[in-house]
């Protein structure tokens, strides 16, 4: 396997819960590395934007009003195989699926709020990263 950087979102839930801390020792203890890291507030235009591959799904609406509700922190982890590893450091999408010790089993709300966004593949990471950091942003 080799080093590689995936997008981390911590969502809206999270921040106001005031768990993004709590949620980066999760990564750091795991051996990912945050590399860049902005708290920002999206416009539901851009959540959309982001989340375009579920423009058809019937979620999409509640997902896209839900990530413009608050702060959100968007972060570079990088690592050994960190695409993978960081989503299973998330978990299961659904809090009630995913295995104990896991972000989403111990903090998620619901399959909707559900504290976590990670890449699901290297050229997803690759265009995930770009949509929020310049290059200059990244200090490995
Ligand atoms: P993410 O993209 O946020 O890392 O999560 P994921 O890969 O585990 O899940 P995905 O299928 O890509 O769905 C993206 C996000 O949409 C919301 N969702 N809501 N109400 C629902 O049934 C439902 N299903 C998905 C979640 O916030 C999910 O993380
Ligand atoms: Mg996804």
Redesign the pocket.
């Known amino acids: 396997m080799s080093i590689e950087r995936t997008l981390s979102?911590i969502?809206p839930d999270a921040t106001k819960r005031n768990l993004t801390g709590k949620i980066n020792a999760k990564f750091e203890d795991a051996g990912l590395r945050i590399v860049a890291q902005k708290r920002i507030l999206l416009t539901v235009a851009q959540a959309g934007e982001f989340?375009a591959?579920?423009k058809e799904?019937?979620?999409f609406g509640?997902?896209t009003e839900?990530?413009a509700s608050g702060p959100v922190v968007v972060q570079v982890l990088e690592g050994e195989g960190a695409i993978a590893k960081n989503?299973e450091v998330?978990g299961?999408?659904?809090p009630a699926d995913a295995k104990e010790g896991t972000i989403r089993a111990e903090f998620a709300e619901?399959?909707?709020?559900?504290s976590?966004?990670?890449?699901?593949a290297p050229d997803t990471a690759k265009e995930e990263i770009a949509y929020f950091f310049s290059g200059l942003e990244l200090v490995g």
């Open positions: 979102i969502k989340y591959v579920h799904r019937p979620f509640e997902l839900f990530m989503r998330m299961a999408t659904n619901s399959v909707g709020e559900n976590v966004h990670g890449s699901d």
